[in-house]
């Protein structure tokens, strides 16, 4: 029989995370847009945990997964992978093509495996309350699930379009007891102030991150939960790339390409960092490939420069890829991917050569995902199915020259709550949207200068 997973033990789940941050050349550290000086543990107290800050700013390269949340990462941990065989064949591509499952956890996506950390380091503290934003729902309800573990409440501000467009998503967070609002709201002087603005506003991640950052600085007892790009975010996410080091090791494989959907980075970083630390530490080389939304392509048409990770400015100042943090982005169905930025450290290792990025349109991105299902078995999160295209494309080329490589790419999700998007794009109502190349520039117009007065006005989260 042909091997099609490989699956680790549970004693095999890893026992620390990957810090990248250890291994690259150069660092641009956060900074505090008040004074612009590098950020400290201090100043992010006000809206994390000591543990979560210091994970945000350390340099160690490994760090020890509490056993608690090595116990709750057990339940879906290790996740598997797959060997893509009859994509394979479909394709009739001499390519070897693997993919990280990450939808069979509870919450249906890789998100559980930060959340589940977050509550954790949070419940120690003695907080009482989670506030959070998110796209599609993957995240609030990973964080509602991690909360429900640890009796935590979790707010959480849902992305007005996403709100309106995965009912059952909002009903799986209040199945865990949390509650959700959609955003912007008029429970927070962000949302009202945007809503005075436009009244229309579909929302956006930036958005829906200030509104969740604001109820934190408010509450002592409450504090923000990030569903992405923070570095401890990364961090935590880096499971996925450890167990897939061990298992292609078990297929007596390693991969040529790694490829993973990036909206705030998170997924991708989590698959891709630890091969890329193998290969700084004198290992082999891998082509590494994020496949980002052509309707909001902050790593191939941004700016790299220190910008907000919120659209109000609540956060420290962040050096990545931007398409500056007042952008609202089209209302792609692949709300995950909706954001501005991109994690500092994804951004760093675009810019040092160690990551390649590919923008990507949403109906291309279907047909990827129906292919699959078709093929696999597993109908894809809208988000993931930005990196089935791309490996798909990478297989055909692989074809066209004759050349078999190894393509692993992450299955972030799974699709359940999405088959609405499903629906329109087999009726051909899906179309492609190109981002307002106008909107941009009067966004990036906005970055706050370093020391310019529209960063020195801003407040800094915890300050
Ligand atoms: C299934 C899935 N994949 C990918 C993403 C993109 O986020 P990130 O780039 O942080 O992995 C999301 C975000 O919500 C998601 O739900």
New binding site residues.
């Given amino acids: 029989m042909d091997t099609i997973k490989y699956q680790l033990a549970d004693s095999q789940i890893p026992t620390t995370w990957y810090n990248l941050a250890a291994d690259l050349p150069v660092l641009s550290p956060p900074l505090h847009p008040g004074t612009g000086q590098p950020a400290t543990v201090e100043d992010l107290l006000g809206i994390m945990p000591k543990e979560l800050a210091e994970q945000e700013l350390t340099l160690e390269r490994d760090i020890e997964i509490p056993s608690v949340v090595r116990q709750i990462y057990a339940q879906w941990r290790p996740s598997p992978l797959f060997r893509a065989r009859r994509l394979e064949k479909l394709l009739d591509t001499p390519a070897r093509i693997y993919y990280k499952y990450?939808g069979g956890s509870p919450a249906g996506?890789?998100?559980p495996n930060t959340g589940i950390a977050q509550a954790f380091y949070n419940k120690e503290a003695g907080i009482r309350r989670l506030a959070t934003e998110?796209?599609?729902g993957?995240?609030g309800s990973s964080l509602s699930l991690a909360g429900a573990f640890f009796g935590l409440e979790v707010k959480v501000f849902m992305v007005k379009v996403s709100y309106h467009q995965k009912p059952y998503r909002r009903a799986l967070m209040h199945s865990y007891g949390a509650t959700c609002v959609p955003s912007p709201s008029t429970e927070t002087a962000a949302g009202r102030g945007i809503l005075a603005e436009d009244p229309d506003c579909p929302g956006s991640l930036g958005i829906a991150t200030s509104e969740a950052i604001e109820v934190a600085m408010n509450d002592p007892f409450t504090n923000y939960a990030g569903?992405?790009?923070l570095n401890h975010?990364a961090l935590h996410?880096t499971v996925i790339g450890k167990e897939a080091l061990l298992q292609l090791e078990m297929a007596e494989d390693y991969p040529d390409i790694v490829i993973?959907?990036?909206?705030?980075?998170?997924?991708?970083a989590?698959l891709a960092f630890p091969f890329l630390g193998e290969q700084l530490r004198g290992g082999r080389r891998v082509r590494v490939i994020a496949a980002e939304p052509a309707a909001c392509p902050s790593l191939t048409q941004g700016k790299v420069a220190y910008d907000f990770g919120d659209s109000t400015g609540l956060t420290p100042l962040l050096k990545m890829h931007t398409l500056g943090h007042s952008f609202v982005p089209p209302a792609i169905h692949a709300?995950?991917?909706r954001y501005h930025g991109i994690?500092p450290l994804v951004s760093q290792a675009l810019e040092d050569g160690l990551m390649e990025a590919r923008a990507v349109p949403q109906t291309r991105c279907f047909e990827a995902g129906v292919t699959f299902a078709r093929t696999e078995g597993i109908v894809p999160?809208p988000?993931?199915t930005h990196a089935i295209r791309v490996a798909i494309d990478e297989a055909l080329r692989l074809k066209e020259e004759g050349r078999s490589e190894a393509i692993l790419f992450g299955l972030?999700?799974h699709g359940h709550f999405d088959l609405t998007a499903y629906e329109k794009y087999l009726g051909g109502e899906l179309v492609d949207e190109g981002y307002d190349q106008e909107l941009v520039a009067r966004s990036l117009a906005k970055l706050p200068q370093q020391f310019g007065s529209e960063s020195a006005d801003s407040q800094v989260a915890g300050s």
Wanted: net charge negative; no cysteine.
């Fill in positions: 990450e996506s890789h998100k998110t796209g599609a993957q995240w569903g992405s790009v975010v996410q993973g959907a990036a909206g705030g980075g998170s997924n991708l989590g709300g995950g991917l994690a999160a988000e993931s972030s999700g």
